[in-house]
């Protein structure tokens, strides 16, 4: 029993490696005084036949071993004590040195082992022998029926093999360091249970030939039969070996971290389970993360050429292969496939396809045993196909564990960050540098998200969102972070910016955002609103920056377009959280209330209607704006509520004047937001029912760009509001972009001009002929024209004198509360009796 190999490119324990031809040369300086010293000490005549038989057996015996590898160590136990006994007692000790160095020499360069190794181990074979030599000195042998010789050739085997052992484990030392204990049973093992069974084997050989030459006619079949026992052990060996390795493997990979590193620990379990130079695992890009090449190698190199190139062949045609693993070696190789493994540097590789959660298949490569002794065979591909069902099962879980964590930090309908990681980003980024870092963050709302949510439903406000995510992506600086917060609000992060250059960022954005998209078949105008704060004059940390940013958005919402935080919008925004929440209580408490502007025919001064118009007197922060209450609960979600609030009001107003037999149309503000919303018509149906006012006396006074809105024009709202019978006003005509065409198509009764064509028209012709136009252009469409604004005789007698139907303004009135009101009428209006066939009667101005 013997070994082979001690050259190593891994440190020991505390050692540097040493030259193999270094410890060749200490097995020389030992062998050849040994030599020596055994040629000298007994007869050189030989019978040449019983030489050769002798020979011959040695090497059978040499070539029929059973291998253990440690690292870069292949020890063989073999039957080569056989072939020493009987050279000690047919040839004595000179010629069984000579035929055992002959024979591990022999067959060692048969394998293509380098040849310090070829040296050192027929050192070895023939100090071995001169320890043999020794022992049946101090206890000779007899004849070999004798028992006490058969004791005696035990006794010198196994000291030699002692020794050998012992040699052996110094070169591995010397070699690469102390390799522990594990070593040693690789070494004792043999020593202790097969190298005695071979001694033995030999002397009953050695028996049968002193009683007949005839025993060799039993002796032949039985050493076939042991040479097949002895193939059989082998193959039952490295098939215990190959699932002791899986199991082993199996346990670690069940063990390895979630993370990066965690693969690395699988590609590393998979080279030193089968004992391998390199090994390399590609796998292909998955969420945010981009295709990753893990390689660990013999000298710490995490990459080479090949496994991570899609064309290459060997990768190709290993991830193609139906039958799993597959096998190339330079032996057998073509042409192609030798330039393959040449591009790596190896003679012999092992390419699998692993299962990932991507769908596109990843790739295991594992290039060339670290033992020169044995190279990949089917124990190998069938270990390695075993351990890929673990492989693939770590693999799949890391990638489930890293969809998990995406998800929880990204957004699943854009795939952009969320609010949690754009949170970790800033406070990343500021922690990173100094207090003085520098650093923008956008906030962005989509105005039209919700509007779209109410008409068209969630589906199309998603495909909004991600047409807006695609602008942003298109147009933010090149280092932005993009994320999508909540609803319609994104977020840009701008690392590196001050205030004024994040400011002029947030235009930017918002100028290249502002364009019409196709959506659900419409087409809709993507418009954003803005809040911009820096870092460090707003915060230094991620909390502080996003609230403020939360806050500059709404100051960004009230005016249209682009604000940076102030601290007195902190106050201001305080504001609107608390009316906020004191909104529906205030509508319950009488807090809101309407006023009445009357509107009056410019012919006759009869006054034929009332716009209704939003009041809030706040017990803390007095008079309300009516378009901040407007903005507020459409915010909030209460546009609703405050639409059927001020409905209520004006229809009660208009109940009590029905009441009285005065026949007075009431008018009411409808937003946009109210319009999407799917119960209105039923809403406002109820309203005119419960307080029994003709739907004529009801007007909805509507803004131009809510009635040419896609969403509106495609849906039936005008319609079924119109069916009714109550009328539909366009307020404020001429700011948005209606046209003739437009017009003709919708069920519109009358347009409002508005009044900023209106209070310059005594002073401007160019206002005087716009609204010259509106009116000429209402008539030939059939509608009423009303205008609003009217504040001086020069400006009505224009607006009569150009066919105007209706005025509004303060010449005529101003906006009055109920009882203000009745006193106004009281004194400046008079009462025309009803006209034939009408059952009210009419009210008008006094001139």
């Known amino acids: 029993m013997q070994v082979a190999e001690q050259q190593v490119h891994e440190r020991g324990r505390g050692r540097t490696p040493r030259s193999p031809w270094f410890v060749a040369l ?7 005084p040994v030599a020596v010293f055994v040629l000298l000490g007994g007869p050189l005549t030989v019978d040449v036949p019983v030489l050769l038989a002798v020979l011959c057996t040695a090497i059978v015996a040499e070539r029929l071993n059973v291998h253990v590898e440690f690292r870069r160590q292949s020890f063989h136990s073999s039957a080569s004590e056989l072939a020493f006994v009987l050279a000690l007692v047919e040839l004595g000790g000179a010629w069984t040195a000579v035929t055992r160095a002959a024979a591990v020499a022999l067959v060692l360069s048969t394998q293509r082992l380098p040849a310090a190794k070829v040296v050192f181990n027929a050192a070895v074979a023939v100090i071995e022998a001169g320890v043999a030599v020794a022992v049946l000195a101090v206890l000779p042998a007899g004849d070999v029926t004798e028992p006490r010789s058969w004791v005696s050739y035990l006794l010198a085997i196994f000291a030699a093999n002692v020794v050998s052992a012992v040699l052996v484990a110094g070169a591995i030392t010397l070699a690469q360091g102390y390799p522990g204990r594990a070593i040693w049973v690789g070494i004792l093992v043999p020593l202790v249970v097969v190298g005695p069974v071979a001694v033995l084997i030999g002397l009953a050989i050695l028996l049968l030939l002193h009683v007949t030459v005839w025993a060799w006619l039993i002796m032949t079949p039985l050493a076939a039969a042991l040479v097949l026992l002895h193939r059989r052990f082998a193959a039952v060996t490295q098939e215990s070996q190959s699932l002791e390795r899986v199991y082993d493997f199996a346990r670690r990979v069940e063990e390895v971290q979630s993370d990066e590193a965690g693969t690395r620990q699988i590609v590393q379990a998979v080279r030193e389970l089968l004992n391998a130079e390199r090994v390399a695992l590609w796998l292909p890009p998955y969420l945010d993360e981009g295709p990753r090449l893990v390689v660990v190698t013999e000298d710490g190199a995490d990459w080479y050429d090949g496994p991570g190139d899609p064309d290459d062949l060997l990768r190709r045609r290993a991830v193609a292969s139906a039958d799993g693993v597959i096998h190339v070696a330079a032996a057998r190789a073509d042409e192609a496939e030798r330039a393959a493994l040449a591009r790596r540097g190896v003679s012999d590789l092992l390419g699998a396809p692993v299962t990932t959660a991507a769908g596109e298949p990843g790739y295991l490569e594992v290039c060339d045993r670290r033992s020169d002794l044995v190279t990949f065979s089917t124990s190998e591909r069938g270990a390695l196909d075993s351990m890929l069902t673990h492989v693939n099962a770590a693999i799949r879980q890391q990638q489930l564990l890293t969809r998990i964590r995406y998800d929880a930090d990204h957004d699943r309908l854009t795939g952009l960050p969320n609010r949690q990681r754009l949170s970790a980003e800033i406070d990343e980024l500021l922690s990173a540098g100094s207090s003085r ?7 962005a709302s989509l105005g039209t998200y919700a509007d779209v949510t109410d008409t068209l439903g969630h589906a199309a406000s998603d495909e909004l969102l991600l047409v807006t995510a695609g602008l942003l992506r298109e147009h933010a600086p090149p280092r932005a972070l993009l994320a999508r917060m909540e609803r ?23 100028e290249a955002a502002a364009t019409r998209v196709r959506v659900a078949g419409l087409d809709l105008e993507v418009s954003l609103s803005l809040g911009v704060v820096a870092t460090p004059m707003h915060g230094t940390d991620a909390g502080v920056l996003m609230q403020r940013a939360d806050v500059a958005l709404l100051a960004a919402e009230e005016s249209g377009g682009v604000a940076s935080y102030h601290p007195v919008l902190d106050q201001q925004s305080l504001r609107r959280l ?29 006054i034929v209607s009332v716009e209704t118009l939003v009041r809030w007197v706040h017990p803390r922060y007095g008079n309300v704006p009516p378009e901040e209450v407007i903005g507020l609960a459409e915010q909030i979600g209460r546009i609703g509520a405050v639409t059927d609030h001020v409905l209520d009001l004006a229809l009660a107003r208009c109940r009590r004047w029905l009441d009285q037999g005065i026949a007075l149309a009431v008018a009411v503000n409808v937003s946009a937001r109210s319009l999407a919303e799917p119960d209105l018509v039923d809403r406002i149906r109820g ?6 006012v003709p739907g004529e006396l009801l007007i909805l006074e509507l803004t131009e760009s809510s009635v040419v809105d896609d969403a509106v024009r495609e849906s039936s709202v005008l319609d079924d509001l119109h069916d009714l019978g109550l ?17 003709r198509q919708l069920p519109i009764d009358e347009l409002k001009i508005d009044k900023s064509f209106v209070l ?7 206002e005087s002929f716009i609204a010259r136009s509106i009116i000429e252009l209402a008539h030939n469409l059939g509608l009423c024209v009303v205008a609003e604004g009217v504040e001086d005789e020069m400006t009505r007698n224009q607006l009569t004198t150009m066919g105007c139907d209706k005025l509004q303004g303060f010449l005529i009135s101003r906006p009055l509360p109920e009882d203000r009101l009745e006193k106004w009428l009281l004194a400046r209006a008079g009462v025309r009796s009803a006209a034939p066939g009408d059952a009210h009667r009419r009210l008008f101005v006094r001139t």
Request: proline share 2%.
């Open 26 to 32: 200490l097995g020389l300086v030992v062998g050849v």
């Open 437 to 443: 870092v520098r650093a923008g963050l956008i906030l």
């Open 488 to 510: 319609e609000q994104f977020a840009v992060l701008l690392p590196g910016l001050s205030l004024a250059a994040t400011e002029q960022a947030a235009r930017r954005l918002r």
């Open 578 to 606: 608390q009316l906020g929440t004191e909104l529906e209580q205030a509508m319950a408490d009488g807090q809101i209330t309407v006023v009445f502007q009357p509107v009056v025919e410019a012919q006759s001064n009869d």
């Open 687 to 692: 309203a005119l029912e419960r307080h029994q």
């Open 727 to 743: 009328r539909l006003s366009m307020d404020d005509f001429g700011t948005g972009y209606s046209s003739l065409s437009q017009l």
């Open 760 to 766: 310059t028209m005594a002073t401007s012709q160019g």
